[in-house]
C-alpha cells in the first residue's frame, strides 16, 4: 500500500513536470522584423535546458550544461563556448530581450546544444581535398605557395585520421590540376562521409592573421562576407545541420592545437561545399600573406600542430554524435 501510494505521489509529481516541461517548451515567443522571422532567446535557450544569465543593452548570455553562449545586439556574431560563430542575421533587443533570427535558431543554435544523435551517421571514410594544385597555385608568399602547403598537410591530416581506422582519400596525392567540379565529384564517387577542403588565406592587408573554418551558408540567409540572401537550395544544404557541428569542432580543435587566432565559422556558398553529398567544411588555416604565419605554415612542426587540430576536429565531431 505504501508502495502504491508512493508510485502514485511519483506520478503526481513527474506528471506535473510534464506539463511544466511542455509549457516552458511551447513557450517560444517570436516577432517579425523587416519580414524576417525571430525567436525569443531567453525562451529558445530554455528549450535546452539553458537559461539568461546576464542582460545588458551590449549583449546578452546563455548558460547550462556545458556551454555558455554570448550574443550582442546588432552584431553578426556570437561566441559559442568562446569560440566565434558568425550569425547569418544579427540579433535584434525588444524591451529588455534579445531576440534571434529563426534561421539562426534552426541551423546554428539548435543543431549545437540538442542532442548530436539526431544528427547520427556512420563515418567510414573521410575525403581530403587539399586546395588548388597543378596550374592552380592558390595564394602566393614570399617563399611559398599554398598549393604546397594544403598538399603536405592533407597528407599529414589522412596519416593520422588513417591511424584512427578511417578510410581516407585524398582528392589530390600530387601537385595535379584539379576542377572545383571534379573535386565535389570525387566526394561522390568515393563515398565520402565527411569532406574537407583544406586552403591558405591571403590578404592585401599584410598584418591579417588567424584561423576561420566555413560551411556552406543555408537556404534564405546571406554569406558571411555579404549582405545578399541566397535562395538556391544545393546538395551540401541538406547536411546544415551537421555541417554546423563539423566546422565548430574543426575550428575548436585547430585552435586549440595551435593557440591561433580566431576569425570564426563563417558561412559561404564555395563550389566545394554546395555540390557535395555529405558534411564538409573548408578551412583557411592561416595567411600566407602575413609573415609570421607564413613561416609558421613552413615548418613541419607547425604542419604537425594543424593535422592534429583538423584530425581532433573530425573525430570529436564523429565521438559528440555517439554520445
Ligand atoms: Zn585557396
Redesign the pocket.
Same mark, same amino acid.
Given at each position: 500500500m505504501r508502495r502504491f501510494v508512493a508510485f502514485l505521489l511519483t506520478a503526481a509529481v513527474l506528471g506535473v513536470c510534464t506539463v511544466m516541461l511542455t509549457g516552458a517548451a511551447a513557450r517560444l515567443r517570436t516577432a517579425v522584423v523587416s519580414k524576417r522571422s525571430y525567436v525569443h532567446l531567453g525562451d529558445a535557450s530554455g528549450v535546452y535546458g539553458m537559461r539568461v544569465v546576464a542582460n545588458s543593452r551590449a549583449r546578452t548570455e546563455i548558460a547550462g550544461g556545458p556551454y555558455r553562449v554570448v550574443f550582442f545586439p546588432d552584431k553578426r556574431y556570437c561566441f559559442f563556448n568562446n569560440i566565434r560563430l558568425l550569425l547569418s542575421y544579427a540579433p535584434t533587443r525588444r524591451g529588455n530581450d534579445l531576440y534571434i533570427s529563426r534561421i539562426d535558431y534552426d541551423t546554428l543554435l539548435a543543431p549545437l546544444l540538442g542532442s548530436k544523435k539526431a544528427f547520427r551517421h556512420p563515418i567510414a571514410t573521410i575525403m581530403i581535398d587539399p &586546395? !588548388?594544385g597543378g596550374r592552380d597555385q &592558390?595564394?602566393a608568399g614570399r617563399f611559398s605557395l /599554398?598549393k604546397n602547403i594544403?598538399l603536405r598537410l592533407a597528407r599529414r591530416v589522412a596519416e593520422i585520421l588513417r591511424a584512427c581506422g578511417y578510410r581516407v582519400v585524398l582528392t589530390r596525392n600530387s601537385d595535379a590540376t584539379l576542377s572545383l567540379e571534379q573535386r565535389s565529384r570525387l566526394q561522390q564517387q568515393n563515398k565520402a562521409d565527411v569532406f574537407l577542403s583544406l !586552403?591558405?588565406?591571403a590578404a592585401a592587408d599584410r598584418s591579417v592573421s588567424g584561423i576561420e573554418t566555413y560551411c556552406l551558408t543555408p537556404v534564405g540567409a546571406p554569406s558571411s562576407n555579404s549582405t545578399t540572401v541566397g535562395w538556391q537550395k544545393n546538395s551540401g544544404n541538406g547536411f546544415d545541420r551537421n555541417n554546423i557541428l563539423l566546422a565548430y569542432n574543426v575550428q575548436r580543435s585547430l585552435l586549440r592545437r595551435t593557440q591561433g587566432g580566431d576569425r570564426g565559422v563563417k558561412r559561404a556558398r564555395f563550389a566545394v561545399l554546395r555540390d557535395i553529398r555529405c558534411p564538409g567544411v573548408l578551412v /583557411?588555416v592561416g595567411f600566407i600573406s602575413h609573415n609570421a604565419e607564413e613561416r609558421n605554415l613552413g615548418s613541419a612542426a607547425y604542419i604537425e600542430k594543424l593535422a592534429r587540430g583538423i584530425s581532433d576536429g573530425v573525430i570529436n565531431y564523429h565521438r559528440g554524435m555517439q554520445k
Open positions: &586546395g !588548388h &592558390g595564394a /599554398e594544403t !586552403h591558405v588565406n /583557411e
